[in-house]
């Protein structure tokens, strides 16, 4: 009965702010630090799992119809996308439900110009950056998962999947709700809100899942054998993960990190893709940030020191704040 509610009460949300509204909230991207958007194809049709002519268009929410998987060629990079004027990331969503880095060399606004000369012309360096990281068959930076006897299993069944994406004059947000997500025999709704704020490189992500299930995960993809390292503030209040290297599709220094509350964790380990970090079972939210900083970004950290260094400053305001915005 909850479940049914539940959906219901999206369903609506969606009507009222108009799911299939053609107004484009790039427009809305022209003054601000921040942007994030969904964009998908229209006047085309379905030829089973993939989605064949059309052009793209932005829209404020979606509710992803049943046929698409990865590479159906109907979302625009497949996912929803958000930047500030330092980094981009952009959602796989689909069964993989990874996230993606999009490296900038520009602190404008780029998103609504990625994946319109084709659908993963992204994949070669532009004028305004390009996707750099390879997430093959990890979780990519900062997205979720579940460990289920030893293996990571991804989103290869829900029942049903909705995107919301909203601009503020402070921040992006991206909302996915996944309902009926199945694994091990078991079901959630999981809620996923992910928040970027102006002049940072972070992402603020919360979740909830409507059911306390161990092993839920989030981690950092491991594709290059970079060492790991793990940081705990003294308090034991707040705590990184962290690699650096030359772990780009383009031989360049990128550094990963994800914060996370030292309460809220079960362990961190490495998984057979990912260094991860295992969160305990809960049905309550639970708060981390992620981020990717490439060094050729504008002004872009470009040494080991100087990302350590940049990392330990928002650790630092962490353990005083319990926040960083």
């Avoid at 089973?48 to 046929?67: A, C, H, M, Q, W």
């Avoid at 999947?161 to 601009?167: G, M």
């Avoid at 705990?232 to 690699?243: L, P, R």
């Avoid at 220094?253 to 079960?266: D, I, K, Q, T």
């Amino acid at each position: 009965m909850n479940f049914t509610k539940s959906i219901i009460a999206f369903c609506a949300i969606c009507a009222f702010s108009s799911c299939n509204s053609t107004k484009s909230t790039a427009q809305a991207s022209t003054n601000s630090k921040t942007y994030a958007e969904i964009s998908v194809k229209e006047g085309g049709k379905w030829n089973g799992r993939k989605y064949e002519g059309g052009t793209f268009k932005n829209i404020s929410d979606l509710k992803v119809p049943d046929t698409h998987t990865d590479h159906s060629f109907y979302i625009r990079y497949e996912g929803p996308g958000w930047e500030s004027n330092k980094v981009g990331y952009r959602l796989y969503l689909d069964w993989r439900n990874a996230i993606d880095i999009f490296g900038k060399l520009t602190d404008e606004m780029v998103l609504p110009q990625v994946g319109q000369d084709g659908f993963d012309s992204y994949h070669n360096m532009s004028e305004w950056g390009a996707d750099i990281l390879k997430v093959g068959k990890g979780l990519g930076i900062g997205s979720i998962g579940r460990m289920v006897n030893n293996e990571m299993q991804h989103f290869k069944e829900v029942d049903s999947t909705f995107a919301k994406v909203d601009n503020n004059k402070n921040k992006s947000v991206v909302n996915v709700d996944y309902f009926g997500w199945k694994t091990n025999d078991q079901k959630t709704n999981l809620k996923s809100e992910l928040t970027i704020f102006p002049d940072e490189r972070y992402t603020k992500h919360t979740i909830k899942s409507s059911v306390a299930l161990d092993g839920i995960c989030t981690g950092i993809v491991n594709l290059y054998n970079l060492p790991m390292v793990q940081k705990v503030s003294e308090n034991k209040k707040w705590a990184y993960i962290a690699t650096y290297g030359k772990q780009t599709l383009f031989d360049d220094n990128l550094g990963m990190a994800v914060f996370y509350e030292v309460n809220s964790a079960e362990k961190v380990f490495q998984g057979a893709h990912d260094h991860l970090i295992q969160f305990k079972p809960t049905s309550n939210e639970i708060t981390f940030y992620f981020l990717g900083a490439w060094e050729k970004e504008v002004n872009g950290i470009k040494t080991e020191a100087q990302f350590y260094q940049y990392l330990d400053e928002n650790l630092s305001q962490l353990n005083k704040s319990n926040k960083l915005n």
